[in-house]
């Protein structure tokens, strides 16, 4: 995999789950239902190629990083979470700022092993659909990866929607 493909993921990462509604919907979504927010930023990345994940191509690639999820990215999290409550403190504040960072740079490592595995096993063509159609199906899958529930993210459709209507830059 070239550094581009993977800066180019993570570019598209950064713009879409910055837009308005989306860091909430998919928190909503990990919070409620387990689903793992990188996992769905592949999952619509591979949606705006042409792509359609199948649930065993994204079983695989969420079997490249489970581990690192598990072992790296929750605990960060719950470190941030448990310190929040005393966030008043200023020497509590900066280092929860500091945990934070952390957390988000193994997030971007977690995404950069995804543009690996995605490079490694793609996603099969998608069949002739509109762009918003397999967002929301492949969104889906990947969901159905960590609940039974039906899960939708009409602000991550959106913002990828509105991504694929940008000129290259």
Do not use: H
């Not at 899958?141 to 529930?149: E, G, V």
């Amino acid at each position: 995999m070239s550094d581009d493909e993977s800066d180019e993921f993570w570019r598209f990462a950064i713009a879409v789950y910055g837009a308005p509604g989306v860091s909430d919907e998919c928190l909503a979504a990990q919070n409620e239902n387990g689903c793992d927010v990188c996992m769905l930023l592949a999952a619509a990345f591979s949606a705006l190629e042409g792509r359609l994940p199948d649930a065993s191509t994204l079983a695989q690639w969420d079997g490249v990083v489970a581990a690192w999820r598990s072992g790296i990215v929750r605990p960060l999290r719950a470190v941030r979470d448990t310190l929040k409550p005393r966030q008043e403190q200023p020497t509590v504040a900066r280092l929860r700022k500091s945990v934070l960072a952390d957390e988000l740079e193994a997030e971007r490592i977690e995404l950069t092993m995804l543009a690996a595995a995605r490079q490694q096993t793609p996603a099969p063509a998608a069949p002739e659909m509109a762009l918003e159609d397999r967002l929301v199906k492949s969104l889906r899958q990947a969901c159905a990866l960590y609940t039974d529930a039906l899960v939708t993210l009409p602000n991550l459709v959106g913002a990828v929607l509105a991504y694929a209507e940008q000129p290259e830059g």
